[in-house]
């Protein structure tokens, strides 16, 4: 199994980043919160990853630390909870407000999340309540992630890459679109465009 990838970044695209590895490039996919915390292109990085084998595709998933990489194992053990929607629930918010959420029985704020419904919901705040209490509470960030500072390039479409990751992340075309363009404001990095977005969804 592949735990960490220590390297250069040599390409980022919410919520896919390429990761040089003494030569190998490594695709992986992260969620946003974890996406925030990526340096500039050229940059070392280090990410702690979760490797998935299907019969049809190897996959790679990272994360910032190793807090959200364990609750993400712990969510794809969820019945009706797979990679792709484990994403989507980090891309919403981090481990330290996921586990409080699940402590207050708020089912309804993850509703809000794409994908997610009323009865899963209900199942993640049962079953992921128990579950929490095993992972170490210390090691969970504790509010937002930073966004890495930087003016978008000229050139690069910062609307439609915001747009695309959220799409990426499972949200419909026309919810993604209507988010993106509410918190669209000059000078602002696709990064930093995606993460309001996403808060203004919650």
Do not use: W
């Not at 940059?43 to 595709?57: C, P, S, W």
């Not at 996959?59 to 053990?77: H, M, P, Q, S, V």
């Not at 049962?126 to 003016?151: C, F, Q, W, Y």
């Amino acid at each position: 199994m592949i735990g960490r990838l220590c390297g250069v970044l040599a390409d980022k695209q919410a919520p896919d980043v390429l990761i040089d590895v003494g030569g190998v490039g490594y695709e992986v996919q992260l969620p946003m919160t974890s996406f925030y915390e990526l340096p500039e292109l050229g940059d070392k990085v280090t990410v702690f990853t979760h490797f998935v084998v299907r019969e049809d595709a190897q996959l790679l998933y990272g994360f910032a630390n190793t807090a959200e990489r364990a609750l993400f194992r712990e969510l794809i053990k969820v019945n009706g909870v797979g990679p792709k929607l484990g994403l989507a629930i980090l891309s919403g918010m981090n481990a330290s407000e996921f586990a409080q959420i699940v402590e207050r029985d708020d089912a309804s704020a993850l509703t809000k999340l794409p994908g997610v419904g009323k009865k899963t919901a209900e199942r993640l705040v049962i079953e992921m309540r128990d579950r929490l209490k095993n992972l170490n509470h210390v090691d969970m960030p504790l509010g937002l992630a930073s966004t890495v500072n930087g003016n978008p390039v000229a050139d690069k479409d910062v609307e439609g890459d915001a747009i695309a990751a959220l799409l990426a992340l499972g949200y419909k075309p026309q919810q993604a679109s209507k988010a993106v363009n509410a918190v669209m404001a000059d000078g602002l990095s696709s990064e930093e465009l995606i993460k309001r977005a996403l808060q203004s969804m919650l």
